[in-house]
């Protein structure tokens, strides 16, 4: 089995910055995709930020200019710096990967717990 780790969320003021890490730990052989998604209230769970192996990057069109997906494969991690923050981006985000497990080879995705981010002053 593969566990995500969210740690990072919280309260900031409109126009802050919050930082939010995931490591992914358990049984990996290698990370494909990696990605932040996130769900408001009574709203689905949409697209924020995804990173592919090779460091190919696609943001949602509401956060491009104002956050940044990294990875550090070597760690199995996934970072989103979020910038100039926004009322509108308060919700759980939610780490997501693509892992390719090891004997026998097989790829999963997995989500972690979720982390509450709240933009407000």
């Known amino acids: 089995q593969v566990r995500l780790v969210e740690s990072g969320g919280g309260l900031v003021q409109p126009g802050g910055s919050l930082r939010l890490s995931c490591a992914a730990s358990?049984?990996?052989?290698?990370?494909?995709?990696m990605g932040w998604y996130r769900q408001a209230p009574g709203r689905p769970r949409d697209m924020v930020a995804t990173?592919?192996?090779?460091?190919?990057?696609n943001y949602a069109d509401s956060v491009k200019g104002r956050f940044t997906i990294s990875r550090d494969s070597a760690k199995n991690t996934v970072h989103l710096q979020m910038n100039s923050l926004k009322p509108e981006d308060t919700a759980v985000y939610y780490c997501?990967?693509?892992?390719?497990?090891?004997?026998?080879?097989?790829?999963?995705?997995?989500w972690g717990q979720g982390t509450q981010v709240t933009v407000s002053s």
């Open positions: 358990g049984r990996i052989f290698r990370i494909n995709d």
């Open positions: 990173i592919t192996s090779d460091g190919s990057t």
């Open positions: 997501n990967s693509r892992v390719i497990s090891p004997l026998p080879i097989r790829e999963d995705t997995y």
